[in-house]
């Protein structure tokens, strides 16, 4: 059982550069997110999904495009990176969208130039 | 708009001495607090969920209590091992049918032995 994973754990890209953040989990939830961590800052929602083909927005979805094709994957996409962008990116995964016992992925590391 | 706010934003104990981390908190409507432990370069792990005023739930040295404005993470005779950083998040009753937290900064604990 791998929980969350994320790759990759470390990337750089200039700016107007896209990638994909790849996320997985094996646990069967139905509930996926995505969050950014910035010095100073809390945990910021950028997407959530509450099952396969549903996903909404977050706090701060603007640069951002997810999907959610199978249960356990849920990639978010950058898609013309910015340096602001430049931040530690969280995937997490909980059995219903109320969030208990939510389990979060080893996170990414995104340098933007 | 849903806020929390932790106090203090870093805490230094020496191995045995214990304290009490605060979560202040508003929001329209209390679904959860969420207490999640973060150690360097790793995601968030979760602690406990609780729901309503004069709720506690312990773990091993960490019990947390909540009140009607803020939850408490107490840590009892603390060990090296339990320095990370603490995060507390709230969610509210759902508004359109979201569920989204909001996270606190966050305590950095540090414990000497």
């Known amino acids: 059982n791998a929980g969350v994973t994320q790759t990759p754990k470390f990337q750089v890209l200039k700016t107007g550069q896209s990638m994909t953040l790849q996320c997985a989990q094996d646990?069967?939830?139905?509930?996926m997110s995505w969050y950014r961590q910035d010095p100073g800052m809390g945990l910021r929602l950028i997407h959530y999904?509450?099952?396969?083909?549903?996903?909404d927005q977050g706090e701060v979805p603007n640069g951002y495009n997810v999907s959610r094709s199978t249960t356990e994957d849920f990639p978010l996409r950058l898609l013309s990176a910015a340096p602001s962008q430049t931040s530690v990116y969280f995937c997490?995964?909980?059995?219903?969208?109320?969030?208990?016992?939510?389990?979060f992925g080893p996170g990414t590391r995104l340098l933007v130039l | 708009e849903d806020q929390v706010t932790q106090s203090p934003e870093a805490l230094r104990l020496q191995e045995g001495e214990s304290s009490s981390l605060n979560c202040s908190y508003t929001?329209?409507?209390?679904?959860?607090l969420f207490w999640y432990r973060q150690d360097p370069g790793k995601g968030p792990e979760f602690l406990f969920t609780?729901?309503?005023a004069g709720e506690e739930k312990e773990k091993e040295r960490l019990k947390a209590t909540l009140t009607k404005k803020e939850s408490f993470l107490h840590i009892t005779a603390p060990k090296p091992e339990d320095s990370a950083t603490y995060l507390c998040?709230?969610?509210?009753?759902?508004?359109?049918?979201?569920?989204?937290?909001?996270f606190g900064r966050g305590t950095s604990l540090i414990v000497h032995p």
């Open positions: 929001v329209s409507g209390l679904r959860g």
């Open positions: 646990m069967n939830h139905e509930y």
């Open positions: 999904s509450v099952g396969a083909g549903i996903t």
């Open positions: 998040a709230v969610q509210a009753s759902a508004s359109g049918g979201s569920y989204i937290p909001t």
């Open positions: 997490a995964s909980s059995y219903s969208q109320y969030q208990e016992t939510q389990y």
């Open positions: 609780l729901y309503s």
